[in-house]
């Protein structure tokens, strides 16, 4: 799985969840109601996620990307940021991983945030 996969995975873990087997269902007869529509997808507020996470008060997740990778128990390493920064097309040089890690972090709030989670603007692009 990709890093960018273990994050979204850890902040919606039902997006994992493998969809029900469809049961050989008889046709219904004329008449009857529809079958009901999939329930609507929750948004999941990430920051009061985040923020109620062991380890969560002693960790600066809202600025540092190393911080929020190892609040949800990922990989934080260099290496493991630069295949994040890969996976997520950062167009600059990664030996600058100050510069690296703000574009990183500001990338995977928006996309935690394109992706259905309720992150507040001032940790998004």
Same mark, same amino acid.
């Given at each position: 799985?990709? !890093?960018?996969?273990?994050?979204?995975?850890?902040?919606? =873990?039902?997006? @994992?969840?493998?969809?029900?087997?469809? %049961?050989?269902? %008889?046709?219904?007869?004329?008449?009857? =109601?529809? %079958?009901?529509?999939?329930?609507? !997808?929750? $948004? $999941?507020? $990430?920051?009061?996620?985040?923020?109620?996470?062991? *380890?969560?008060?002693?960790? @600066?997740?809202?600025?540092?990307?190393?911080?929020?990778?190892?609040?949800? *128990?990922?990989?934080?390493?260099?290496?493991?940021?630069?295949?994040?920064?890969?996976?997520?097309?950062?167009?600059?040089?990664?030996?600058?991983?100050?510069?690296? @890690? !703000?574009?990183?972090?500001?990338?995977?709030?928006?996309?935690?945030?394109? @992706? *259905?989670?309720? $992150?507040?603007?001032?940790?998004?692009?």
């Amino acid at each position: 799985m990709s !890093i960018f996969g273990s994050i979204l995975s850890k902040i919606f =873990p039902s997006a @994992n969840a493998a969809p029900a087997p469809a %049961a050989a269902a %008889a046709p219904a007869p004329a008449g009857a =109601p529809a %079958a009901a529509p999939p329930p609507a !997808i929750t $948004v $999941v507020d $990430v920051e009061a996620l985040l923020d109620g996470m062991p *380890g969560a008060s002693s960790l @600066n997740w809202r600025t540092s990307i190393v911080d929020l990778m190892k609040l949800l *128990g990922l990989d934080s390493s260099l290496d493991a940021r630069k295949q994040l920064a890969a996976e997520l097309s950062y167009g600059a040089d990664t030996s600058d991983s100050a510069k690296m @890690n !703000i574009w990183l972090h500001r990338q995977v709030m928006t996309k935690l945030a394109a @992706n *259905g989670g309720n $992150v507040p603007a001032e940790l998004r692009d």
